[in-house]
């Protein structure tokens, strides 16, 4: 999951599976051979990817309700007798697009796909399923001071709310969950496994619950559940996450000479940013043009979050914050302005981010006696409020806040590290799942498929459909990579960050 940095801070033709003739029909006429170069201006992920639009009731009670597409990418299994259960992969967010992260993570899962058709569809208010865009969050003006951010904020929530009108009530969890069925079934699947990571976990557990003879086996990676009411719990998920950073480089001696307390600098450049922020010109890493941001706790706090997301990010973090401690900000600026481009490419469509965070996690919020925890002394849940008590809210059936019960077999994966989805809200959804088995990384961040050995054991894990027999002492070895040292000219050049020589 994710809260905005600056604001809030295959090879063969579906005719030749081994599929029903029931199915086949539909399947040809809802998808074809995607845009090749000449159309689209890149060539499709694999060879014979097939795209299609299936379109729906935006309304699913409502007859007369309009039309929405869906949009769905399927790369067909290599085999040309496949498993007839394919693997559906859930974005997270929320907001984000499955078929825009499709050419980034599709060569994850080779191993399922050498038997298995692998289904990508965006949620609707995502990617091109009606997506409800919020143009006005691109334009992240960091030179502004941060009362003048909150009032910007403000005032663009409630133009984007009133430009989106109605239609916000029809998009939160359970209509996508309902139109992940759809598409099941107007794709002619009797069964389907799904892959979700973060919010994608919570739609994921949406449907083993609705659709249970539908769902084979699932999934969830960095699991976030509805009670983990973002951002109520985000500022002490983050800051453990950093503690346990800190921990880390006082543990090693290189480390704490170079960095000392990364936990009690950062908590320092936090509290004086608080009193007075400090105005910061760079070079853009990328194009080279002048940048100045005004420097506040609210972006340090953010930016120092968000890397805590990624095993690589996260070891610049005790440089950045030694750095700053010192007074230089340009490392953290830099970071900060990469950080905004990456968001523009993951892409995030606000107006369905908002209508999930404000009508499934907001209520919650509403009805805490206890107080949130401050992350380097800003405060998530306060943003957090003044979004939501503009934007629509429409009430969702009391018994969609209630734990997911399940019997599906269940994977769920966890870095140690993770600042937003840590471990404690997996064995916490574990708890009603009564086939699942929790993996966790101790070196793992924000999302740990792609880490180590966890790819395999997911091919292995759907082609079985049952965890328990899973060897995976593997994971073990994802252990914490090691902080960054500038470079020192008198060490020896072909030694890495843990001392040891390269081969």
């Known amino acids: 999951m994710r809260i905005i940095p600056a604001a809030l801070l295959g090879i063969l033709l579906a005719s030749c599976h081994n599929q029903s003739t029931e199915q086949t029909p539909v399947t040809q006429a809802l998808l074809n051979a995607c845009p090749d170069f000449s159309e689209a201006g890149k060539p499709p992920i694999v060879q014979n990817a097939q795209c299609g639009v299936l379109h729906v009731k935006e309304n699913p ?20 007798t496949p498993q007839p259960d394919p693997l559906f992969i859930i974005a997270g967010g929320p907001g984000q697009s499955a078929v825009g992260i499709a050419e980034h993570i599709f060569y994850t899962f080779n191993e399922v796909r050498k038997n298995r058709d692998i289904i990508f569809v965006d949620q609707r208010g995502t990617g091109k399923s009606n997506p409800l865009e919020c143009p006005s969050f691109d334009d992240v003006h960091y030179q502004l001071s941060l009362l003048e951010q909150q009032q910007r904020l403000k005032a663009t929530v ?12 029809f998009y939160t969890t359970p209509y996508a969950v309902q139109d992940l069925d759809t598409v099941r079934q107007a794709l002619g699947y009797e069964r389907i496994n799904l ?29 976030a559940p509805v009670t983990i009411a973002l951002p109520w719990h ?14 880390q480089c006082t543990a090693m001696e290189d480390c704490v000479n170079a960095y000392g307390n990364i936990l009690q600098n950062a908590q320092a450049i936090a509290q004086r940013l608080a009193a007075q922020p400090v105005d ?25 979050r ?16 030694t750095n700053a401690h010192q007074g230089d900000y340009d490392l953290l600026a830099s970071l900060i302005a990469m950080a905004g481009e990456q ?16 009508n499934e996690d907001y209520p919650q919020y509403q009805m805490r006696t206890d107080a949130s925890v401050d992350f380097l002394s800003a405060n998530l849940a306060t943003a957090f409020a003044d979004v939501c008590e503009i934007w629509p809210r429409y009430p969702l059936n009391e018994d969609y806040f209630a734990p997911v019960e399940s019997a599906v077999p269940t994977l769920m994966l966890s870095g140690r590290r993770d600042p937003v989805t840590p471990p404690r809200w997996a064995e916490q959804a574990g708890e009603h799942l009564s086939q699942a088995r929790h993996l ?21 894990f759907i082609q079985r459909a049952d965890g328990t027999t899973l060897d995976a002492a593997c994971v073990q070895h994802i252990q914490p990579l090691a902080p960054y040292l500038a470079f020192d000219p008198d060490t020896d050049v072909n030694s890495d960050a843990s001392g040891e020589s390269a081969p």
């Open 61 to 80: 009670a409502d007859a007369n309700s309009r039309e929405i597409g869906l949009n769905i990418l399927r790369l067909p299994a290599i085999n040309p």
């Open 234 to 247: 985000g500022g002490e998920d983050a800051l453990a996450s950093l503690r346990l950073l800190s921990e």
């Open 440 to 460: 966790i990384a101790p070196g793992g961040h924000h999302s740990i498929t792609h880490d180590g050995c966890v790819a395999q054991l997911i091919a292995q």
């Open 343 to 358: 968001t523009e490419l993951i892409g995030i469509s606000y107006g369905m981010h908002f209508s999930v965070l404000c």
């Open 195 to 223: 892959w979700g990571v973060s919010y994608g976990t919570r739609v994921a557990l949406a449907y083993m619950r609705r659709y249970p003879e539908a769902t084979r086996s699932s999934i969830l990676d960095g699991v």
């Open 306 to 321: 968000m890397a805590l997301y990624t095993r690589d990010l996260s070891t610049l973090v005790p440089l950045a914050i």
């Open 158 to 169: 409630q133009d984007c709310a009133e430009n989106l009108g109605e239609q916000l009530q």
């Open 280 to 304: 910061v010109t760079i070079a853009h890493p990328r194009t080279q043009v002048p940048l100045t941001l005004s420097m506040n706790h609210q972006i340090f706090a953010s930016m120092i």
